[in-house]
């Protein structure tokens, strides 16, 4: 297949670190050999002094995902340990990245356990202190690839464990890792545990278990997460917040059950290698001291960009999604690797009323690059699988560069295969991040204030590029979801709205629209409202080429104007791209009418529902009097129960974020259990509407041709007049 990147430097290290970091577990990590006693004593007098570059707490890179990383010096069995308490147990340490203090152990210990956390037996291990003070950990048999081996540090009598198997080998002791000895390994049962090892245990001739290198993962991404851990915290009180963070909390459920999974054959993917166009759009909120003194409430969209880049010539980076197929050393792993440029806007609310809205000439290009990663594919058409994200610089040149960290996400992505072949992956999905300003430090980045916290809800559609995509490929007719935002409009501040509607063709590429728009805004004077705004149009879809280092070739990615919008300007206002089939096209939204957001076509001819139920995943937004809302569906379930009897049930569940406008309170992210809904629906070809008995609950779009996937608008009113509106995507789950 083609590459839809012609890549400049950062873009191009990550394609071939795909392969190569994939790999590294595979290559260079073997299972722990038991045997000798290893249990350090450290002076308890020793000063908690670091040299400054060995201190996680400031430095900032881009090539990072977020954890700092020591490990420079080490050989390739060894580790290295970074004791991090909350400041009650060491005030006066140096300060650590999330409010956590860096101290030396006074005692330092390495065993063998399982579920019951109890140490079981010793490991044949040998302890150095480096030049810094710090304790490394060589294990004479490799460094051990499951959670069955701990590292223990003591400090003024409260002890923290950590996992052994940890990727990049700085390992952490800290309330994060805690926290996941506790409730990840200490989470299973017996059963559980021995299936984890099993997998972990299995070698070349038995079928070599991806998912053994989960845990691997696991203990390296939890230490990305950017939560603060407040002054006056003790180890008990780090662990209860970090479990009331229900993003946190659910990662590490998510990747314990993960690693239990048995991949499918990734003969799934047939290719070597597939390389999608993406189409991603996501909606923030959040708060910001960017434009005052005191916090303020904030949304802001996100929204996938061609990125031109002129550096003695010109080159594009275009929103990519790469799968590949390897079998190297009888290794068989699907992996995956994506770098999405984007812009951003913003509309930022006071306590006092007044806005400030801000577009893409303030925002600049920033961009989502993951981290590559291994992916397991369950039932041949889910895709499962922990993705960090690198960390960005914008404001590069300026006076005050800002730096953007990301959270981890876990992945769980609907894959549609056509001959044995990747067709498209759709997915939604819900991370945490922050922006912080940076003070440059010669060729480096330390950190400075927190300016923005922040939660997004996003979708990323990826859909399989073509040879040499032809307009004449595009089905007659189709049918059609959106979901967009507009933001800073002098009258409505902020705006969401979504249509659901047909394409009738005319002609190649040519269709008349015929929509019914919901809009839910919240005006100038903070006053709720909804609306139905007419959205009946012209719409025209043709390719693009894309501009490859090969030549310039047509590869499936596409363009979508409206005769009725006005105040066209840009030639990215509806970017979007087609799978081979052309049976779902995907656009961006960037136009003054229906502002940024999402836009998917689907073929028609399904014939209308079957007896089916479809995991949900999706972008809700709320407003209410002094309030907002953004709500993520990540466990969502919809299941047709009785075709003859229009009968259906909906749940809701997933990651909810509230924030007050006037005080710019936000929320940490909680659980949402809306629990079972019933509900009657209504089909009328290959549309259906499902409504609740009270009509305080609508969903309403279109399931594809072949039954395997819903688009459906949501439209709720809760009983204390909180209004919602929202985009789910519903994948089949036969399962």
């Not at 917040?241 to 993960?258: C, K």
Request: aromatic fraction near 8%; charge should be negative; hydrophobic fraction near 35%.
């Amino acid at each position: 297949m083609p590459s839809s990147i012609r890549f400049r430097k950062r873009a191009l290290t990550r394609l071939l670190l795909t392969t190569c970091l994939t790999l590294t577990p595979a290559l260079l990590m073997t299972a722990c050999g038991g045997g000798g006693d290893d249990a350090v004593d450290e002076a308890s007098q020793r000063p908690n002094s670091f040299p400054g570059n060995k201190n996680p707490a400031d430095g900032f890179s881009e090539s990072s995902t977020g954890d700092s990383n020591n490990a420079n010096g080490l050989a390739k069995n060894e580790v290295r340990i970074t004791l991090e308490v909350p400041s009650l147990l060491a005030p006066s340490a140096p300060r650590s990245r999330r409010n956590l203090r860096l101290v030396q152990p006074d005692q330092v210990r390495v065993y063998r356990t399982d579920h019951t956390l109890n140490p079981l037996s010793s490991t044949d291990t040998r302890t150095r202190q480096d030049d810094d003070g710090f304790t490394v950990i060589a294990f004479t048999d490799g460094q051990p690839v499951g959670p069955d081996v701990l590292i223990e540090a003591e400090y003024g009598g409260t002890t923290l464990r950590a996992f052994a198997t940890d990727r990049d080998r700085d390992v952490k002791v800290n309330p994060f890792s805690e926290y996941l000895v506790r409730h990840g390994l200490g989470g299973y049962n017996a059963t559980e545990f021995a299936t984890v090892m099993d997998c972990v245990e299995s070698t070349d001739s038995d079928g070599l278990c991806i998912n053994k290198f989960v845990w691997s993962t696991l203990a390296d991404q939890v230490q990305d997460f950017e939560i603060d851990i407040p002054d006056g915290t003790d180890l008990e009180g780090a662990l209860a917040q970090l479990h009331s963070r229900a993003d946190f909390a659910g990662y590490v459920t998510d990747m314990a059950g993960l690693a239990q999974v048995a991949p499918t054959s990734t003969s799934a993917i047939s290719a070597d290698s597939v390389t999608m166009n993406s189409v991603y759009f996501g909606l923030e909120l959040g708060r910001s001291s960017r434009f005052s003194d005191t916090p303020a409430a904030q949304w802001a969209t996100q929204r996938a960009y061609e990125e031109r880049i002129e550096n003695g010539g010109v080159a594009y980076i275009y929103p990519a999604l790469s799968l590949s197929s390897l079998a190297v050393f009888d290794i068989n792993v699907t992996s995956m690797a994506g770098d999405v440029p984007y812009e951003r806007s913003t509309v930022t609310r006071f306590g006092d009323g007044d806005f400030d809205a801000r577009g893409r000439s303030f925002w600049g290009i920033n961009s989502h690059a993951t981290s590559p990663s291994a992916a397991s594919i369950v039932d041949r058409d889910r895709l499962l699988a922990g993705q960090s994200l690198y960390q960005s610089i914008t404001d590069r040149n300026s006076t005050m560069p800002v730096g953007w960290t990301r959270n981890p996400f876990f992945l769980d992505a609907h894959i549609l295969l056509s001959d044995d072949y990747p067709d498209s992956l759709l997915s939604a999905r819900f991370s945490g991040g922050k922006a912080i300003e940076l003070e440059t430090d010669g060729e480096d980045y330390q950190r400075l204030d927190t300016l923005e916290a922040y939660y997004l809800s996003a979708f990323d559609i990826s859909l399989a590029q073509s040879e040499a995509f032809d307009v004449a490929t595009l089905k007659d007719d189709y049918n059609v979801v959106s979901f967009s935002a507009e933001l800073g409009d002098a009258t409505q501040p902020f705006r969401v709205e979504s249509l659901v509607g047909t394409w009738s063709g005319t002609g190649p590429g040519d269709y008349t629209q015929a929509a019914d728009a919901r809009s839910l805004h919240r005006d100038a004077s903070g006053a709720v409202g909804m609306s139905a705004p007419d959205r009946s149009d012209t719409a025209h879809v043709g390719r693009i080429e894309s501009q490859l280092s090969a030549g310039d070739v047509y590869n499936g990615r596409l363009a979508l104007l409206y005769d009725g919008i006005s105040g066209s300007i840009r030639n990215q206002e509806g970017l979007g791209a087609s799978n081979p089939q052309a049976s779902l096209l995907a656009f961006n939204l960037d136009n003054p009418t229906h502002g940024e957001g999402l836009l998917l076509a689907l073929e028609p001819g399904s014939g209308g529902p079957a007896e089916a139920s479809y995991r949900l995943n999706g972008t809700l937004v709320g407003l209410g009097g002094d309030a907002q809302f953004l709500h993520h569906i990540d466990d969502g379930v919809l299941s047709i129960t009785s075709v003859a009897d229009a009968e259906a049930v909906v749940v809701l569940d997933g990651f909810q974020i509230s924030e007050t406008i006037s005080s710019a309170q936000l929320q940490p992210p909680t659980r949402l259990e809306a629990g079972n809904m019933p509900l009657t629906y209504t089909a009328s070809a290959d549309r259906l509407t499902f409504s609740s008995g009270d009509g305080s609950l609508v969903l309403d779009g279109f399931i594809s041709s072949d039954r395997e996937f819903l688009v459906l608008r949501l439209r709720r009113t809760l009983p204390g007049g909180e209004a919602f509106l929202g985009l789910l995507l519903g994948a089949r789950n036969d399962g």
